[in-house]
């Protein structure tokens, strides 16, 4: 069935670093990529993402990049703050806009 | 944007009792509204889709008679936790897929924490 790995399940940065989370998928036919900050307790938030037909996204100090080949998406955070500290989901979206399928989650945190 | 809203925000109850779960699109039909399970420090699971006019469809290993899934209207879906059990306790969450031609991704709703005691 449809399959959504995701890696590190923690990471640890010292502020200013960068942090880099990778995704790989496993339906060919998926077409749309959004990462999720969560917080405890609340709904997952949109930072970014991206579409089958576009390779790269930048927004400010986010990024996100696909391999459709290798099936594979990564979320890249520069000059990370403490305030980026939280849990990140990968997702991938199977049968067009339909079924959401959510990586395992990694928590990321900054120290200052 | 389009915006779910989801009640209960949480709710406790008491072991063999049915809990429901509300999720209404606010400013835009949704035809469609997923059901995610969240137990803590996990990920979002996908339990089911609920479909306007038409049932619902379960993912593997979801029981269908112990989580009810309406959805009567373009606006409103329910999810129902029949015969609740401590190890329902969870962060019960929906989601309605974007509309077509716009850029908006999907919408959450808030989340409902269920405690079953």
């Known amino acids: 069935g449809e399959n959504v790995e995701q890696h590190p399940s923690t990471l640890s940065v010292q502020e200013g670093d960068s942090a880099v989370i990778k995704c790989t998928y496993s339906?060919?036919?998926?077409?749309?990529f959004p990462w999720y900050k969560q917080e405890l307790g609340k709904r997952p938030q949109l930072i970014i993402d991206i579409r089958s037909n576009v390779g790269e996204k930048k927004d400010q100090r986010i990024a996100v990049t696909l391999n459709k080949t290798a099936k594979h998406f990564s979320l890249h955070i520069t000059e990370t703050q403490p305030e980026d500290s939280a849990v990140y989901f990968c997702a991938a979206s199977y049968q067009g806009f339909q079924k959401l399928v959510f990586g395992t989650g990694t928590r990321l945190l900054v120290s200052p | 944007g389009a915006v779910v809203s989801q009640h209960p925000s949480w709710v406790i109850c008491k072991s063999g009792t049915s809990v429901k779960i509300e999720c209404r699109s606010l400013?835009?039909?949704?035809?469609?509204m997923f059901w995610y399970r969240q137990f803590p420090k996990q990920s979002l699971m996908l339990m089911a889709t609920s479909n306007e006019g038409s049932k619902a469809t379960y993912e593997q290993g979801v029981e269908k008679d112990k989580f009810l899934i309406n959805h009567a209207s373009l606006t409103l879906s329910t999810l129902t936790v029949t015969s609740a059990h401590p190890e329902d306790s969870s962060f019960y969450i929906c989601s309605a897929p974007p509309e077509l031609r716009t850029n908006y991704g999907y919408t959450f709703g808030s989340g409902t924490r269920l405690t079953v005691v």
């Open positions: 339906d060919s036919a998926s077409n749309y």
């Open positions: 400013d835009f039909q949704a035809t469609t």
